[in-house]
């Protein structure tokens, strides 16, 4: 049984359990120029007025994610931000009441699964966006228990054994830098060690009868092993045997123990669905597309088989009888995307997320066979959805003719004779990917009149591992002129306004905001840099224990701050922020462990004595992403009036009391 996916994840310099970050170095230097864009804008809509809502209006939406039904399917868990704080809820599968299992107003908690022959429950917990989850068991009367206590440590849920009698957990108390293996009694929690990691490889997926463990071996972003080992013998297999660079990655072990289900890309540029016979070791084909298969998984006793696969910015949610390979039929849905499909263990019912642009998360139900019913509406009652805008996929032809994707953004309001102004927009990661998925925040921002463009530049995922590999060795350089494409591109379309273009971007998307201000001084007209990498010197000597079995990856991908740091400094925006000359806002948790807070609090600092303005917020209470409603109200608020102040001219709204301290002293270089 795969754990629910807990967190809303959506910027990230770098994701344990699936490496994001495919960096190199060289010394940024100036870009050819470009042929011009070549990409036709999209089919436009009618201009319309829309009218204009208040950030506490679309933070008022709310958000749900993950599902998992109780033992008589009776009853669906799942997470939601209700009450301003991620808390855990359960409700009827008929609709009614939502139950809180927790309730907390200042901790995120996550729902993790019910257990498989009652009500209790698993949770997830950290302390202020720390990382460091722990896991805990809340029984049917409310009494919360820790099952990993201890500080500095971090948990995660493997899943439950098919029986429901025990379940396994990993853990890194032992040895900060490695995940081991633990096999919990679901009844009594006493627990064994059943896989001691010396090897350093990462714990990836168990079989449901305990005996197999598959590893991940991550020697490059582009190049990583699966390792399967028999727990009772220690007998391990490397069953991804390839030449050059490529992509393995466990997905599931078939119910009745005998295969496992992986993706590979290293017969062809995408992804494909494949399994392995842990007796024979003979491999199969499953599953291939023209795009991606990022996920796959089981139904309890292995009756069905999902599928999602990323297609152009998209997910689609396949599933398949597991015997005849046949597609089985999903319900027609109002416009929008299946996503995260979750199948009860009688295999008789199913659940999912719908989501489109104007459509944040809704769970639904399915009975196989029968109408899906609607559980949640997630989006405000105040917001007219009629408002809000459609995304579309756009693409141009960079300065040296690469293809760039990209999704775009149009404001209902933007004409050739009332032009907009507008904003690039850069994912983290990198290998990271803009998708149509539903965004509180640019839909905020379009329905104030920005046009955006979520540029997926060379080296984002989902468009062939060649598009992935093609930032490999030039980190500040052909990654970031893509940026400056995507800023032609914008100034050809006939509604946006040359002059007023901007760039914002989370984690190395913040990082590439401060490059483009630093690098390429005078192509955009403001930033805005949320919890980016100004010193990546810094950074890689401060990266968390538990992410060493990547360390060799980063360095290969970014740089060794040993051997390399030369070249790092050169890449590194805070070096050269003597460049920088344009308004920039910076948006930072003070207790982010992937991108610490001097990174911020430095290139604030630095980019202060310029003589331009800067603006800085720092929340106490968050990590690497901003969780807690009254945070994004205050932070997407202000980040609007920055905009506003320095691409429209409106002038700027009274002081608020959040926090904005900067540092007094300069960084020494």
Known sequence: MKPLRRRPLSIAIALPFALSLALAACQPAAGPEAPAPTAAAPVAEVARPAKQYVIEDFIESTGVSGASFNADESRILFSSNKAGVWNVYSMPVAGGEWTPVTESTTDNSWGVAYFPADDRVLIARDDDGDELDHLFVIAADGSEKDLTPGKGLKADFLGFTHDGGAFHVISNERDPRFFDVYRYDATSYERELVYKNEAGFEPAEISGDGRWLALAETHTTNDSDVHVVELATGKSTKIS???????????????????LYYTANDQGEFAELRRVNL???????????????????FSHNGKYLGIATSVDGSTEV????????????????PAGEIRNLRI?????????????DRQPNDLYVLDIGGEPKQLTTSLNPAIDPADLVDSSVVRFKSFDGMEIPNILWKPHQ????????????????????????????IQYLANHGYVVLGINNRGSSGYGKTFFAADDGKHGREPLWDT???????????????????????SYGGYMVLSALAFKPGEFKVGVDIFGVSNWVRTLESIPPYWESFREALYQEIGNPETQRDFLVETSPLFHADKINVPLMVL?????????????????AAVQKNGVPVEYVVFDDEGHGFTKKKNQIEGYG???????????GVPAPAATPAEAAAPTEAPAE
């Open 484 to 506: 400056i494409e995507a800023k032609k591109y914008l100034q050809s379309l006939d509604y946006v306004d040359d002059d007023r273009i901007g760039i914002v971007g989370g």
């Open 414 to 441: 933007a004409t050739a004779d009332a032009k907009a102004p507008a904003l690039v927009w850069v994912h983290g990661g990198p290998g990271g990917q803009t998708t149509r998925a539903h965004s509180a925040l």
């Open 279 to 297: 007796a024979s070791g003979a491999h199969e084909p499953v599953r291939k597309a023209d795009w991606d298969i990022s996920d796959a998984f």
């Open 241 to 259: 045997q390839h030449e050059g660079q490529a992509n393995f990655n466990a997905q599931a072990f078939s119910p009745d123990g005998q295969w």
């Open 318 to 333: 396949t599933l398949l009888d597991a015997a005849s390979g046949a597609e089985v039929p999903l319900p027609a849905l």
């Open 344 to 356: 009860a263990r009688s295999e008789n019912r199913l659940a999912f997320y719908l989501n489109g």
């Open 588 to 604: 930072q948790g003070a207790n982010d462990p992937r991108v610490i807070k001097p990174e911020s609090d430095e290139i604030v």
């Open 638 to 648: 202000r980040m609007l009036a920055f905009l506003d102040q320095h691409l429209k």
